[in-house]
Structures are given as C-alpha cells and as structure tokens.
Antibody
Framework: EVQLVESGGGLVQPGGSLRLSCAASGFSLSSCAMSWVRQAPGKGLEWVSGISGSVGTYYADSVKGRFTISRDKSTNTVYLQMSSLRAEDTAIYYC??????????????WGQGTLVTVSS | DIVMTQSPDSLAVSLGERATINCKSSQSVLNSSNNKNYLAWYQQKPGQPPKLLIYWASTRESGVPDRFSGSGSATDFTLTISSLQAEDVAVYYCQHYYTTAWAFGQGTKVEIK
C-alpha cells in the first residue's frame, strides 16, 4: 500500500528555518515525481514545490529562493527545507505523489499533512 | 503561469439534486499531441487531505461513484454531481497539471439545502 507520512512541522519565528520530511512506503521514490502542496488555515490549496523523477526541481514564485526540495533515495524520503519563513507560510503542508511516474500527473496519493506555524 | 478560477464559490443543493461546478483556466490545458486535457478534480472533507475524483478532465478515479462526472476541454471545465448525497458535502478543487507549475482553483464549497 502506498503511504506518505509527513513530519517536521511546528512553531517557528519569522525569519527562521524548518525542514519537513515525507517518508514514503509501498513504492520507490527513485523514479517518482513528488510535490509539496500547502493549505493555509481556512484557505484553499497552493502548490509549493515539485521534484521530478530525474533531476528537475520546481518552485512556486512565492517560495522561490527560500525553499529547497530534495530526495534521499536510500531512505525513500522527500524533504522540504524552508528558510526565511514568513507569517504567510503558515499552513498545513501536504506531501503528494503523482498517479503516474512523469512530472505532469494528477495527485493520486496525499499524506495527512504537517502543520507549520510562523509566529513570534 | 496558468490561473484557475472556479465558480461559484459555494452552492447549496437539495439531496438528490444535481450540483454543477465550473472551472476556467487562463490558458488552454489541452495537449494537442495526445489530445488530453491536463485537468483534475479533487474533493476535500474537513480535517482530511484532498481526494482525487477525476483526471484527464473526464476520467473517473477508481472507486469514485459514477454520480461524479467531469467534462470540458481547453479552458472550460465542469464537475457534475448528478444526485447529491449527504456524504458529498465537501470543498471541491480543480487543478491543472499541464506544466510543472501546478495551480488549483480557489475551491467550491458544496452544502445541503
């Protein structure tokens, strides 16, 4: 069974950093495109970042230069390193796996999410 | 970047009646090389992650009831719930995956009248 489990969320001060993890099971990350999608409290879904099955990484303009997505094939984990955090980054962060192996695919599997709160 | 706009923001429908949600993209999400629309619909219930309902604009995900259907092409799309059930109360989102910079619509909240 495909499963995604996020961790690493919490309370952080503005300007601080946090690293989110997404542990995958039931499939290999080696050839999968993965993404992070966030949802601010009471708001809609916002795509944040993606990493292709090969080497490409992609970012929303709102996080470009501040967030870095990466993958550790040995532990089957995807990471989102977040720095220079702002209040508007407060959200539940979901890890997402595409239905297909390519970059252009709908999301078939979502984690339960991890809450990031940026506040002093 | 492609912008997705849904309408209405919310709607209330009687049990057993039809619910229709529209989604418009700022540019075409139809790939002419394979004639596929890179458009998906998701359902999100409170406290849960989204769930994929429809992809390629009209293909129903496995296990999704056939009262859910998707239609449209290029820039204009529709999600229809043919006979609303109590368990369909949720927020529905459209999403394009035409480029690596995905975008979601703002969501449509469906309630029981």
């Amino acid at each position: 069974e495909v499963q995604l489990v996020e961790s690493g969320g919490g309370l952080v001060q503005p300007g601080g950093s946090l690293r989110l993890s997404c542990a995958a099971s039931g499939f290999s990350l080696s050839s999968c495109a993965m993404s992070w999608v966030r949802q601010a409290p009471g708001k809609g879904l916002e795509w944040v970042s993606g990493i292709s099955g090969s080497v490409g990484t992609y970012y929303a303009d709102s996080v470009k230069g501040r967030f870095t997505i990466s993958r550790d094939k040995s532990t089957n984990t995807v990471y989102l390193q977040m720095s220079s955090l702002r209040a508007e980054d407060t959200a539940i962060y979901y890890c997402a796996k595409g239905k297909y192996s390519g970059d252009l695919s709908p999301v078939a599997c979502w984690g339960q999410g991890t809450l990031v709160t940026v506040s002093s | 970047d492609i912008v997705m706009t849904q309408s209405p923001d919310s709607l209330a429908v009687s049990l057993g009646e039809r619910a229709t949600i529209n989604c418009k993209s700022s540019q075409s999400v139809l790939n002419s090389s394979n004639n596929k629309n890179y458009l998906a619909w998701y359902q999100q219930k409170p406290g849960q992650p989204p769930k994929l309902l429809i992809y390629w604009a009209s293909t129903r995900e496995s296990g999704v009831p056939d009262r859910f259907s998707g239609s449209g092409s290029a820039t204009d799309f529709t999600l229809t719930i043919s006979s609303l059930q109590a368990e369909d109360v949720a927020v529905y989102y459209c999403q394009h995956y035409y480029t690596t910079a995905w975008a979601f619509g703002q969501g449509t909240k469906v309630e029981i009248k």
